[in-house]
């Protein structure tokens, strides 16, 4: 099963990638996270480790696998989730996926992927409202 969410946010990358890469944050602005805890010093280079809960699914550990700086991190082993942020001439696009791969991943595909795509689109709401509102105003 694989979800794709992209959302276009009037803000510049830079900001939009500090508001995604600041994971511990999460919990401010999207009700699909509940919490997350660092299990690295740097949750946010390849190897670490956070501890995540969400709403109606089991706590899971989340590795990033990748990272790319200013534009994508990579979170998951069976489950592989990818944050992404490209500029556009209007500011930025986030591209937030999960893929379930293998045959669990199938299996919980069927059992959870409504949930699964739900909590993807809150995160792109959050996101995209937590960036704009952290984006410096431009007068007229």
Do not use: N
């Not at 699909?32 to 946010?44: A, E, F, H, K, N």
Request: some cysteine; glycine content about 8%; proline content about 7%.
């Amino acid at each position: 099963m694989r979800v794709d969410v992209t959302v276009d946010i009037s803000a510049p990358p830079e900001v939009v990638w500090a508001v995604l890469s600041d994971v511990e944050s999460w919990p401010a602005w999207t009700a699909s996270v509940t919490s997350i805890r660092p299990l690295s010093p740097d949750p946010l280079q390849a190897g670490s480790c956070v501890r995540i809960k969400q709403p109606r699914l089991p706590t899971t550990v989340w590795t990033v696998s990748e990272l790319v700086e200013g534009e994508r991190f990579s979170p998951g082993v069976h489950t592989r989730a990818s944050h992404r942020v490209v500029g556009t001439a209007d500011g930025s696009r986030a591209i937030l996926s999960i893929d379930q791969a293998g045959v669990l991943g199938r299996l919980v595909g069927r059992l959870y992927g409504g949930l699964t795509r739900r909590y993807v689109e809150m995160e792109a709401a959050g996101l995209k409202q937590r960036s704009e509102e952290s984006a410096p105003q431009t007068r007229l």
